[in-house]
């Protein structure tokens, strides 16, 4: 069974200080997501990571994949308090058909 | 806006009840999923569709059902509802049949008072 496990699952950061949210799968996948939820909303797609090495970057976010450690990073940059939220991984099983989800980091920035 | 649209949005009933929510999936996407999002459970996979088959089934209760109907649109059937059953239900959709990048509803906030 794929366990997908984030850390942390509270992050409470102020503003323009660096962070590191880290996502760890247990089965080989090249597969994996981020997703934003704000507080009662959707979940909104962030990055799209296939392969072994990728790296994207959407303003102060950007996410990595190495699917040898079977890990995943959100690295924050310079927050804002607009990036409060929830954040969460993803992950796809090459034969699977659904993505199973970490438990989510809360992330919280302060003025 | 993701293009997949659910309704009703918030529903309030009681123990014992029957609700239906419903989910229109992206326009040509063919894959929809349901998705349980309680406080204590994270996101949960209920079960996926695709182009009107049942095709993954995750940790759906007996008394949950769903079907995707022709259109694509599809149902997801909650009977004998219990107080834990309370939840944010998403429906997600994607143009592929595997593990790929899902597009998720607003989601149906259910109440089971």
Redesign the interface.
């Known amino acids: 069974e794929l366990k997908v496990e984030q850390n942390p699952l509270f992050l409470s950061m102020q503003e323009g200080k660096n962070y590191t949210i880290y996502c760890n799968y247990s089965t080989t996948s090249d597969?994996l997501?981020w997703?934003r939820q704000d507080p009662?909303?959707?979940?909104?797609?962030l990055f799209?990571l296939l392969s072994n090495g990728a790296v994207k970057q959407e303003g102060r976010l950007m996410a990595s994949l190495d699917t040898k450690a079977r890990l995943s990073t959100l690295h924050i940059t310079a927050a804002v308090h607009d990036l409060s939220a929830t954040y969460?991984c993803?992950v796809?099983?090459?034969?699977?058909?659904?993505?199973?989800?970490?438990?989510?980091t809360r992330l919280m920035v302060k003025p | 806006d993701s293009g997949v649209t659910q309704t009703p949005k918030h529903l309030i009933t009681a123990t014992g009840q029957r609700v239906t929510l419903r989910c229109s999936p992206r326009s040509g996407d063919l894959s929809v999923y349901w998705y349980q999002q309680s406080l204590d459970q994270g996101l949960q996979f209920l079960i996926q569709y695709y182009n009107g088959e049942e095709r993954a089934k995750g940790n759906i209760l007996e008394r949950f059902s769903a079907q995707q109907f022709p259109d694509l649109h599809s149902e997801l059937n909650l009977s004998s509802l219990e107080l834990g059953d309370s939840a944010l239900y998403f429906c997600a959709s994607s143009p592929r049949l595997g593990a790929g990048e899902l597009f998720f509803g607003e989601g149906s906030r259910l109440t089971v008072l």
């Not at chain 1, 009662?40 to 797609?45: R, Y």
């Open positions: 597969r997501y997703y009662g909303k959707s979940l909104e797609s799209v969460f993803a796809g099983l090459n034969a699977g058909n659904m993505l199973t989800f970490g438990g989510g």
